[in-house]
């Protein structure tokens, strides 16, 4: 076996499979977002450089190009987080609806601050969203995946609370 095949799950290279069959062969950098989100989701919400590398290969890119992505943008965690992940989008439109209510809700609520995860590792407060295009329905967060719009505290309270 390759060190890709011990990295990646036959799962994971499936999906990364059907992703590449979405293009032309001489563009396999497009199903990269794709790749590294089926291979996060497989390690418990996070990516190792073992894990990039192993894409990096299965994708013939170089890793530079890999670590590029996976460190640019804010869906991608290179360190172990929580079991949930919660994202609040602090957009000004969102900021307009009341998003740093529920910022301030959120934090006081589990004793945590933006960026960490909760003492019991159920949920993660990633880093502040700039947007999630969800402008009509702000406040809003995304949890694990999930969109929850016109936010209140209540309503955070109950999507909350209803976490593993």
């Not at 990039?52 to 170089?62: C, N, P, R, T």
């Not at 934090?107 to 990633?126: A, F, M, P, Q, V």
């Amino acid at each position: 076996m390759t060190t890709t095949e011990t990295q990646l799950s036959a799962h994971a290279r499936e999906e990364i499979d059907e992703l590449l069959s979405r293009y032309p062969a001489d563009r396999k950098k497009s199903a990269l977002l794709g790749a590294l989100n089926a291979v996060q989701h497989e390690n418990k919400g996070f990516l190792t450089p073992e894990l990039m590398d192993a894409v990096a290969d299965y994708l013939d890119l170089s890793k530079i190009e890999v670590y590029e992505v996976a460190s640019f943008y804010s869906m991608y965690e290179l360190k172990p987080v929580a079991r949930n992940n919660v994202a609040i989008c602090t957009n000004i439109c969102c900021m307009l609806m009341g998003s740093q209510t529920i910022v301030n809700h959120v934090e006081n609520k589990l004793g945590i601050k933006i960026g960490e995860s909760t003492e019991d590792g159920r949920i993660y407060l990633k880093k502040e969203e700039e947007c999630l295009a969800a402008c009509a329905g702000g406040p809003m967060m995304q949890v694990n995946h999930v969109y929850y719009e016109n936010l209140t505290p209540e309503k955070v309270d109950e999507i909350l609370d209803g976490l593993e």
